[in-house]
């Protein structure tokens, strides 16, 4: 499928729910995609059939991490959605509640079965209770790559093209 048929809105979601048996949820900044994205993807997409990737907004991101985003919303929306573990992109909300949860609406309206999340993940607590208020299992996976990848990090990525001359 391509790209932009991933993309959803929020109307879309009783649809993706009613044609889905199994859906996880995951969210994030994704702003310069690297191997360590394509891992979590695919643990994500391990625990469901159908994988829903909430990307965080240009606005939420700029509160949380200062001089970023590097790249826009859309375009993290549409190279997220251009990867093969994905099934569907959807953009964050502009709120932020406790625990970095930019996918409040989001996960009510579509009742995912899992969230998937980092082991270190900061709003570790607050995304558990929303979960069991929701009844979704929540899941955490560790940041691991293969081996025959160099692990590396947005931040990685950002301080070594400030090196290059």
């Given at each position: 499928m391509r790209p932009e048929n991933k993309i959803i809105r929020r109307d879309d979601l009783p649809d993706v729910r009613m044609r889905h048996k199994e859906i996880a949820l995951c969210s994030g900044c994704f702003d310069i995609l690297q191997p360590g994205h394509a891992v979590f993807f695919q643990q994500c997409k391990d625990a469901a059939e159908t994988l829903v990737v909430v990307v965080g907004r240009d606005?939420?991101?700029?509160?949380?991490?200062?001089s970023r985003p590097l790249n826009p919303e859309n375009n993290r929306l549409y190279l997220v959605a251009a990867l093969a573990d994905v099934d569907y992109t959807i953009l964050g909300e502009e709120?932020?509640?406790?625990?970095?949860?930019?996918?409040?609406?989001?996960?009510?309206?579509?009742?995912?079965?899992?969230?998937?999340?980092?082991?270190?993940?900061?709003?570790?607590?607050?995304?558990?209770?929303?979960?069991?208020?929701?009844?979704i299992r929540l899941v955490t996976v560790q940041r691991v790559v293969p081996d025959f990848l160099t692990p590396t990090s947005?931040?990685?990525?950002?301080a070594k093209a400030k090196t290059v001359p």
């Open positions: 606005a939420s991101i700029a509160r949380q991490k200062p709120e932020m509640k406790p625990g970095k949860i930019d996918y409040y609406h989001v996960a009510e309206d579509l009742r995912p079965d899992v969230l998937i999340l980092n082991d270190d993940d900061s709003g570790l607590v607050e995304k558990r209770a929303f979960c069991e208020r929701l009844g947005t931040s990685e990525i950002i």
